[in-house]
């Protein structure tokens, strides 16, 4: 026997969730609707650019914060969105997707005993990657089933060893997008605490009629205090590709950039080609992809609620959360016994909180997906009542 080769700092951490539920929903044969990213490709114009780009010769490292070409595409969507004025050169680091930028945060801006802030339910990277840094997640709850945090909670978390609080908007699971009103919450909370942001918006573009999304960096006071991570993934439907970034002060690129060297040092040379032409896209591309989802959401919630589960009307984001309550089974229960027995897979909440016993029995289920896999996910669903 050969001892336990396995670093005691990761011991606690289990199989992610996703990859549970999908092997089950697999061997099963089960419409999956817990896995997080599109059964369909994005533009065809975009795949194109991605070709062109490597016969063209674009195939060897990138440049570590990023190509030239798409951090000045990044710093143009930002001021045609946002009116945000980015120096492409400075202000922005091009990172594997958002979860390196995340990852690399945590370890570029935390010490070992700071605490950082997390609204739970939350993206399941973030408390590892906080915890790897030695910071300690302090919680606050989106209470269901509007999923929204109560201010008196917020600010209670708030104390002189707040180092970071992660903000996610529109969110992943609850499709909450933070109000102008609640982020100038936050923002006052942080300048009074001398609080760096961390936000995560790589849902940014996948809005609904009723929420407008707002950056948090544009608010006055927090241009230098906040780290607005995105990624090309969930916008233009290649989530394969892990193009992100992180946009933000100098002197906070300096940190990311001596971690980022040391991770994965530089990007997918091609596929930054491409995600700046996505970013350059015309409007009808963007207006479209939320009209497009917003059908699919409408869909899913008219079914959800049919069958009696209750959902939550999301604001943006692809993901809705659905009230099992009525069927007297624990979330992990109830989501094993979809697949089994309705033959559709939903992801339990339990490793999105921070505590698993703030979990509410609601579970996640998610619609991008092509239509068919929703006609599919809906049929069997129908079984549920009775
Ligand atoms: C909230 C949230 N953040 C980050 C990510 C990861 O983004 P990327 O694929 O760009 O690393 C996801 C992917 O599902 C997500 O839902």
Redesign the pocket.
Known sequence: MSKNFMANRISGFGTSIFSEISALARQQGAVNLGQ??PDFDGPDFLKLSAQEAIAAGKNQYAQSHGEPELRRSIAEHSKRFYSMEVNPDKEVTVTT????A?FCAMQAFINPGDEVIVFQPC?D?YVPAIELAGGIPIAVTLHSPDFRFNPIELSAAFSPKTKAIII?TPH?PAGTVFTHQELIMIAELCQEYDVLAIT?E??EHIIFSEAQHRRIATIPGMEHRTLTIS?A??TFSF?GW?V?WAIGAAELQTALRRVHQFTVFATATPFQYASADGLRLGDDYYKELSRDYQSRRDYLLDVLTRVGLHPTKPEGAYFIMANIENFGKNPDEFCRWLIKEIGVAAIPPKTLYVHAKDAVPFVRFTFCKQWATLEAAAERLMKLMG
């Open positions: 997080g990213f997707g958002a979860t390196d995340l993206y990277l996610n992943n995560d790589v849902y990624s993934g969930k989530t892990k992100g």
